[in-house]
């Protein structure tokens, strides 16, 4: 990570996959496999306590660990040579059983899953949190009218909370799905050198089941050396999450600016250096900025996907350096968003303005549906579509309009009761119910009510 890369993520982001999480990751894979074949009783106890010190007390040099890797191509060869060297000195009853019947993808591979396993409950962690905080929102704001804008223009009303329990709808099914294909994807690799586990035979499995319960990660029953599918949809799934995460800070953005100014941040104090009066929507932008890298991240890890015969050649090594990214990225961008959430600003009186502004245009297909059983649906088609420019250019409001129009075609009665019909139509807190229901709706898949883990 960089200074221009930390400013986007929260403080404590980014760890999972620093270089003493990988050290120590691959550390563990030597010793747990170790630890797992004694337990199945292919190696002696002896070896295994050995090579369990080896990986506690052996000097291990990060720039030492690169540069072997550099020359070899092989970042578990690195490790293995340091504690090969300590146990020739220390403990050499160990040696022979050090990373036996392992491969380097073996002892990486675990290792990834370790490392992802920590990140996806940081990134779950956030979307939790976050997900609890559109909740709260949704229910106090349930039936808070607003304009639904399609293709950027005004539609018609909507409601606030509607919008956040959508929001907290597709978090919620990404933290279902992450769920689901962690228990898969997550796994021990031990195929050995092309996948079959040869050297270990018939107790491959009985090894494999074992280290799982030492690790504390699945075990699949088989190699995924070169068959990146299991473990791509776990991260296809987080890139999904984070498109999710980017619509949801685009609306808010485009909420923010001045002249909408339907939400805002809490305040902080200038964001510019040359305006003080700005006051910037900075978890939007930092969330949207984190966003952006992940088709590009998910493309570059899908595209990894052909991997040569039993061991990739690029493609696999690719696909470990670029893995890390993406899981930054969610995290970041959904970091920033639960940041924003929790301290957001509702303007309801500015989101009224609005509607009100457009002088009744957004209620125009119940206007038609007011005047259809008097005048007929394509006569009272024509006059709304040929009454809303009006509308906007004298000020008026489209019902009365309407209404007027319509006086001169129907009896006084009828004219009465059109106007009732009209002013109805064009009331948004009637407008706004069929978004509280549906909002209410979303509210009850959620159920028990969603909380921040602890």
Request: proline share 5%; hydrophobic share 50%; aromatic share 4%.
């Amino acid at each position: 990570m960089s200074l221009v890369n930390d400013f986007l993520g929260p403080a404590d982001g980014g760890t999972w996959f620093g270089d003493a999480q990988w050290i120590q990751a691959l550390l563990r894979f030597e010793s747990g496999l170790a630890q797992a074949q004694a337990e199945c009783g292919l190696i002696p106890e002896a070896a295994a306590r050995a090579i369990a010190r080896a990986c506690a007390q052996a000097p291990l040099e990060r720039d030492a660990l690169v540069e072997q890797a550099r020359a070899t191509g092989a970042l578990g060869l690195a490790v293995v040579r340091p504690l090969q060297r300590w146990l020739q000195e220390h403990a050499p009853e160990g040696l022979a059983w050090l990373h036996w019947g392992a491969t380097t993808q073996d002892a990486v591979d675990t290792a990834l899953a370790l490392l992802t396993r920590d990140a996806l409950a940081a990134l779950q962690a956030e979307l939790g949190a976050l997900q609890a905080a559109l909740v709260a929102l949704a229910r106090k704001h349930a039936a808070t009218p607003m304009l639904a804008r399609s293709l950027l223009q005004p539609a018609q009303i909507t409601s606030f909370g509607f919008k956040c329990a959508q929001s907290a709808a597709a978090l919620g099914r990404s933290r279902q799905q992450l769920d689901q294909l962690a228990q898969q994807a997550l796994c021990v690799q031990l195929g050995g050198a092309v996948g079959n586990g040869a050297v270990l035979g018939a107790q491959r499995l009985a090894v494999e089941q074992a280290l799982a319960r030492q690790l504390g990660l699945g075990s699949c029953g088989h190699s995924w050396h070169t068959q990146r599918d299991t473990w791509m949809r776990l991260a296809m799934e987080a890139a999904v999450c984070g498109g999710s995460l980017a619509k949801l800070a685009l609306d808010w953005s485009l909420m923010s600016q001045y002249e909408v100014g339907e939400v805002s941040e809490a305040p902080r104090g200038s964001t510019s250096s040359a305006m003080p009066h700005k006051r910037n929507p900075v978890h939007c932008m930092q969330a949207q900025a984190q966003a952006q890298a992940i088709p590009a991240q998910a493309a570059l890890l899908l595209g990894c996907m052909a991997q040569a015969h039993e061991r990739a050649l690029g493609q696999w090594q690719a696909e470990v350096a670029h893995w890390p990214d993406l899981w930054r990225h969610v995290h970041g961008a959904a970091a920033a968003l639960r940041q924003a959430a929790q301290s957001l600003r509702i303007h309801p009186e500015r989101m009224l303005d609005h509607v009100a502004g457009l002088q009744g245009l957004v209620f125009s297909e119940a206007c038609v549906h007011a005047l259809a059983p008097l005048t007929g649906k394509a006569e009272a088609l024509a006059a709304v579509e040929r009454l809303a420019p009006l509308a906007l250019e004298q000020r008026q409001p489209l019902a009365r309009l309407l209404a007027g129009w319509a006086a001169a075609r129907l009896a006084p009665g009828q004219a009465q009761a059109l106007s009732t019909a009209l002013d109805r139509a064009c009331d948004p807190e009637r407008a706004v119910q069929a978004s509280r229901i549906e909002c209410q709706a979303l509210l009850a898949t959620m159920e028990p009510p969603v909380r921040p883990p602890a």
